[in-house]
């Protein structure tokens, strides 16, 4: 050739590779192709199982999740502590305004309720006296309360008190030998005393037939009327003040008919928004930046969903190609531990928080601006999610072998926990309804179901244990016997036996766990598939050489979004 340079064809250079043409020649591209998917695959789920320390120092990819979501602690810890605090302000001036009321309308109140009723009457006379008690304190409101109070409108629009009086259409009691002429038949009466008309002479109202009340038919009085207020400490931390009406409603239950009426007092508030404010001052400026924040928050929670949304789809698409590919060359299906590998539970509570967040945080701006005032659902928002932001911390603790001890025993003792609550359970809801129906009319704390369980609760935590053998009445020899055999039963059943089960379940995981970390852990399919190295064939050098550009090639195309999975 000319210049002395040798030229080779195609089928030399096929031979210098150590290929040939023809069917070996496939088998051999295809074999080769076969080893480029499989080692991607192996590199692809290596790095999606590496922690961001790892993944930082393979790659230099940042670990964006795990910066965002200590940016997202701070600032939605921050939004939760000044609603709390600003919470607490809403519900204790609630709860003033409760025990206010019912000093300034409960005759005899003493500031302290006798039960779940405020206070009770024992004569006919003190019944008249504190009903008309209660409605001379409505009229002269205005120059006894302390309070920032007005008078509000009821369903038509009218100011005054509504009075009600429920009783048995006919009743009678005929001494002395106690016949009963009864008719169950309930009858509602009621009358509107407006403001005008108690202004007027008393005893015009007061004389009236309504009032005469016959005690053996007589089941109950409810007297209700609406006031309003607002809440000036609100301005105190430079926020606009919230406007409140009081739906307040007083009973006298008569229906036991035992000689003792309860006087019950129920209170509903309802934050309205306030109409013509003229504030001056910085309160205005103060709420645009709280609102500034707020949706600053929002933006956060956000991009942290969007984030852990798509880990979790491309790890979904990842298990799909795994699953595939082990599927066409073991001739098997991978085992539903593996296949749960690829679902990460911190992913999930982290969305669940940053949903709980976002409308939460919506809620906040809402009751920021006076639209709303629904605080109970949005402090259950934001609280909860705090609470699964801060645990979601626990997952980058694991990535240290003396931190990861906990996660690891509570995953191992979930299944047996809950299979062995489940029977205790079982034993727990029989004592419940024993000791409800055998020893609620005897004992406070068995009055019902709710009270019971906990009472149980709080024994199997060795808790208020004398006082809950003291306390029951003895009354009836045969039920005081039977209480002591009851609570020692409960008492040695669940604290000796059960509760040290219990333990004994946790204690064993937690053994299980550290001789799994001296020792080694089992292997499932998926780790010994990452454990397994390149195959060595006969053309190992130049393959492997081949196989490490065509797998970066791959990498520059479409598998790109999966080497960025976490």
Not at 105 to 131: A, M, N, R
Not at 202 to 210: A, E, G, H, R, Y
Not at 336 to 358: H, P, Q
Not at 549 to 566: A, K, M, Q, V
Request: some cysteine; charged content about 20%.
């Amino acid at each position: 050739m000319p210049g002395g340079v040798e030229t080779m064809d195609l089928p030399a250079w096929n031979r210098a590779l150590g290929l040939s043409q023809g069917p070996r020649h496939r088998n051999a591209m295809a074999h080769l192709d076969s080893e480029v998917k499989e080692e991607c695959l192996r590199e692809d789920l290596k790095f999606y199982f590496m922690n961001p320390c790892e993944k930082y120092r393979a790659r230099h990819q940042i670990p964006w999740k795990l910066g965002l979501q200590l940016l997202k602690i701070v600032m939605v810890t921050t939004q939760l502590v000044r609603f709390g605090l600003g919470n607490q302000l809403v519900v204790a001036f609630k709860e003033d305004n409760t025990i206010a009321f019912k000093h300034l309308f409960l005759k005899g109140y003493s500031g302290v309720d006798e039960d779940d009723y405020s206070c009770s009457i024992y004569t006919q006379e003190d019944t008249y006296e504190s009903i008309f008690f209660a409605i001379d304190q409505y009229h002269r409101l205005k120059n006894i309360s302390l309070a920032t109070l007005d008078y509000g409108e009821n369903e038509e629009h009218r100011i005054g008190l509504k009075v009600c009086k429920q009783h048995y259409k006919r009743g009678t009691v005929l001494s002395p030998n106690a016949t009963l002429s009864l008719d169950s038949d309930v009858e509602i009466d009621c009358v509107q005393l407006d403001l005008q008309l108690l202004s007027q002479n008393p005893q015009d109202w007061k004389q009236s037939s309504f009032f005469t009340l016959e005690f053996d038919r007589l089941l109950q009085v409810d007297i209700s009327f609406r006031l309003k207020g607002i809440d000036l400490q609100t301005i105190r931390s430079r926020e606009l003040p919230d406007c409140y009406v009081f739906q307040n409603t007083i009973t006298f239950d008569n229906k036991a008919h035992s000689g003792k009426i309860k006087v019950y007092f129920d209170n509903a508030a309802t934050i309205k928004e306030c109409r013509d404010l003229n504030i001056s001052g910085s309160i205005q400026k103060n709420t645009q930046y709280v609102l500034v924040f707020d949706a600053s928050v929002i933006a956060i929670c956000l991009a942290s969903l969007t984030l852990c949304t798509r880990s979790i789809v491309l790890a979904l698409r990842l298990r799909k190609r795994f699953l595939q590919f082990f599927l066409e060359k073991y001739k098997r299906h991978v085992c539903d531990a593996d296949r749960w590998e690829f679902i990460n539970g911190w992913y999930v509570l982290v969305i669940v928080s940053d949903l709980m967040t976002i409308i939460g945080s919506i809620l906040k701006m809402e009751i920021e601006t006076k639209n709303l005032a629904n605080y109970d659902l949005c402090s259950i928002l934001l609280g909860t999610s705090t609470l699964f932001a801060w645990v979601g911390v626990i997952r980058y603790l694991g990535y240290f072998q003396a931190y990861n001890v906990l996660i690891l025993t509570m995953q191992a003792s979930l299944p047996k926990v809950l299979r062995f609550c489940a029977c205790a359970g079982m034993i727990y809801l029989g004592y419940t309804f024993c000791g409800w129906i055998v020893l609620g009319p005897y004992h406070d704390k068995f009055e019902n179901l709710n009270i019971v369980a906990e009472c149980l609760f709080s024994l199997v935590n060795g808790d208020d244990m004398f006082a809950t053998f003291a306390q029951i009445e003895q009354k009836s020899v045969l039920v005081w016997l039977f209480s002591r055999l009851y609570l020692y039963s409960f008492i040695s059943l669940f604290i000796y036996m059960i509760l040290s089960l219990f333990i004994a379940l946790i204690t064993d995981s937690y053994d299980t766990i550290k001789r799994y970390q001296q020792n080694g852990f089992p292997e499932t399919d998926l780790q010994e598939f990452l454990k397994e190295s390149g195959r060595e064939g006969e053309h190992q050098r130049e393959p492997s050489a081949f196989l490490s550009c065509t797998c970066c090639r791959r990498r520059e195309g479409s598998d790109d979004h999966l080497i960025l999975i976490n």
